[in-house]
C-alpha cells in the first residue's frame, strides 16, 4: 500500500510562485510513475505534469515554461515548482503515482488548494 501526503498549497498573487511538495510511503518501485493533477472548480481533473523514475517528463501546454516537476528516487517525493502564476492555476492539486497500465496501482494524495488571487 502507498500513501501520498502533499504540503505546499496556499494563496499567491498572479506572478508569483509555490512548490508543492508530494511525500510517498510504502514501496515506490521504479515501474511507478509519479504526476500532478490540478481539478480547477468546477471541472474535471487534468494532469499536470508526470515523471517517471528514470526522469523522463510529461507536461500539459498550459504550464510549459511555467511550472518544472522533479523526482527523487531515494526519498520517494515529487515536486512541482510553479511560476508566473495566473488565476486559472487555481484548483485543488493532486499528486499521484500509478504503474501504467495497472489501475490496481494508481494511488493519490489528499490535495492541496491553490488560490491565485489578481
Known amino acids: 500500500q502507498v500513501q501520498l501526503v502533499e504540503s505546499g498549497g496556499g494563496l499567491v498573487q498572479a506572478g508569483g510562485s509555490l512548490r508543492l511538495s508530494c511525500a510517498a510511503s510504502?514501496?515506490?518501485?521504479?515501474?511507478?510513475?509519479m504526476g500532478w493533477y490540478h481539478q480547477a472548480p468546477g471541472k474535471q481533473r487534468e494532469l499536470v505534469a508526470s515523471?517517471?523514475?528514470?526522469?523522463?517528463?510529461n507536461s500539459a501546454d498550459s504550464v510549459k515554461g511555467r511550472f518544472t516537476i522533479s523526482r527523487d528516487n531515494a526519498e520517494n517525493t515529487v515536486e512541482l515548482q510553479m511560476n508566473s502564476l495566473k488565476p486559472e492555476d487555481t484548483g485543488v492539486y493532486c499528486c499521484?503515482?500509478?504503474?501504467?497500465?495497472?489501475?490496481?496501482?494508481?494511488?493519490w494524495g489528499q490535495g492541496t488548494q491553490v488560490t491565485v488571487s489578481s
Open positions: 499521484k503515482a500509478w504503474i501504467p497500465g495497472f489501475s490496481a496501482r494508481a494511488y
Open positions: 515523471i517517471t523514475y528514470g526522469g523522463s517528463i
Open positions: 510504502g514501496s515506490i518501485s521504479s515501474f511507478y510513475v
